[in-house]
């Protein structure tokens, strides 16, 4: 069963933006939600997160100032801007919650996840 639909991936050139929605098929208001990226022959990478009250976010270091992590939880549904694309941002980008402790940098303690969508950023 499909529980997070990710849209807005698609091909961009460097220095544009796109804006990335995650929608949750269930009540996610107490779970963190955090997007990834997978390169091809990479591991999945943390990007963002964002917790159950939208207080706080966390962003990896090589989209820190580029990216903007935000969630409507009234609505199920969680946002990653991504501005000043550049090519290594090319990646199948996916949506993640969790409500179980730990670190959610790594994508270990999400349980529930998108099917991915796909940026790619030309030179």
């Known amino acids: 069963q499909v529980q997070l639909i990710e849209s807005g991936g698609g091909l961009v050139q460097a220095g544009g933006s796109l804006r990335l929605s995650c929608v949750a098929a269930g009540t996610f208001g107490f779970y963190t939600m955090g997007w990834f990226r997978q390169a091809p022959g990479k591991e999945r990478e943390f990007v963002s997160l964002i917790n159950s009250s939208g207080s706080r976010t966390l962003y990896a270091d090589s989209v820190e100032g580029r990216f903007t992590i935000s969630r409507d939880s009234s609505a199920n549904r969680a946002y990653l801007q991504m501005n000043n694309l550049r090519p290594e941002d090319t990646a199948v980008y996916y949506c993640?919650?969790?409500?179980?402790?730990?670190?959610?940098?790594?994508?270990?303690?999400?349980?529930?996840w998108g099917q991915g969508t796909q940026v790619t950023v030309s030179s």
């Open positions: 993640a919650a969790g409500n179980a402790a730990g670190d959610y940098r790594s994508p270990k303690p999400y349980n529930y």
